[in-house]
């Protein structure tokens, strides 16, 4: 028992800790991912704004905010806005050329200082998509025609593609208005290769890292699972042993005292019926004790997994149509129909043959105790690919939904309900049936339905 809860304690510790583990390495996956993002993003709008400066053509407002953050996070002051061509006709030439050198000398120290903008790469472009000036330089990506229209249509664009090679290219593509001849779409664009192989590494880092974590974390999760549980483990430990010795210990005068009532039911006279009732109760009280004592002896043997099954080959049409027989005749007395419609070749399992009896017994004792005369009873027996379902159902009273989840505790009874006995009362009855069938590596559960009956359900890996 303590060994199962130990393993899903250490399941619980490990999923916790990994899933701190996947925050952290995802948070600082995504962190870098959108740091590259926006500050590509601001690079290629603040070429964008140069380019317009030297063309002389009016910056948009999104990249007039778009070059002051760039300069700002630098500590730099932005150069001026430049004044449109139209407006700008009288005045001095050598000013205009002094002003497009600076402009020009400013962006070529940025970009020697900043591998940002070096790798950024301009295409001016007609109104088709194509290069308005010819180069021999090596281009990552040739123009995009979608980005062009869209920019056309918008006003700009923006958008990530793939380079012949597989590699992301970053591209803002934005429209220009001259009727002189020039550039009608000026294309930006970045290729995202040194990012990328960046990301992967940090991606392959994080999964090793998370791949000796679990390794760390499980094994230090399964040592703190097991601290945690000494001291339960010692209790119930003492839990045990208190109840195997005491339960042995009454045995020998659970046996004096039947045998002492039974030679004194034999000395009464047979008119004295007040006294052979008394001494019958007596008897009646020994067995019911000898039967709890028995049961807690049995749990107390599965708890500690030493109870030895005698396992074989058991033919279940066998052993079902002899359960059916020797309780039949306690079901005909209470007015009980006992029918049992299972296939006779419904299948063998491998398993102990007095244990499940026993489990076959306090169902249909619990049954019959909740089912009332002219009810029945009907055992039935199902291959279910590679498991046996067993099935007993009555028509008896049922039990409350509310009670359901607890009926295979220890000791737990529902006045209102059935109680979930084989015993007599003790409430033992399908706890012990439970742990049985557990024992025999299947499942058990219940339906049920106040008024309408019961449905208890076996399933039994089949032999082979």
Known sequence: MFRGLRWRLTLLYLVVALALVALTGGGTYQLLDYYFQTTTDLALQHVMAYEFRLLEAPLTPEL???????????????????????????????????????????????????????????????AEGQLLYPTTLPLPIAPDSEATRAALDRGYDWRTVRAGDGARVRLLTYRLAFEDGGPAVLQVGRALDDQDRLLSQLLTGLLGLSALGVILLGAGSWWLAGRSFVPAQKAWERQQTFISNASHELRTPLTLMRASAEVALRDLPAHDEDRRALLGDVLQECDHMTRLVEDLLLLSRLDAGRLSLERKAVSMPDLLTDVQRQMGRVAEERG???????????????????????????????????TPRGGEIRIEAHPRGRQLQIVVAD??????????????????????????????????GLAIAQALVQAHHGQISIESQPGKGTRVSLLLPLAG
């Open 64 to 126: 007039i905010a778009a070059d002051q953050a760039w300069y700002a996070s630098r500590e730099r002051t932005p150069p001026p806005t430049p004044t449109p061509r139209h407006e700008s006709e009288g005045e001095d030439e050598g000013h205009e050329e002094s002003e497009e050198t600076h402009v020009s000398d400013d962006l070529a120290v940025e970009q020697a200082f900043d591998a940002q903008l070096a790798s950024i790469f301009v295409l001016p472009l007609t």
């Open 395 to 428: 028509t008896g009273s049922g039990i409350p939904a509310e009670h359901l989840p607890r009926v295979f505790e220890r000791f737990y009874r529902a006045d209102s309900a059935r109680t979930a006995t084989g015993d007599g009362g003790a409430g033992l």
């Open 336 to 370: 009980v129909k006992l029918a049992a419609p299972f296939a006779p070749a419904a299948g063998t399992v491998w398993g102990d043959v007095t244990r499940l009896r026993q489990v076959l017994l306090i169902l249909l004792d619990n049954a019959l105790r909740h």
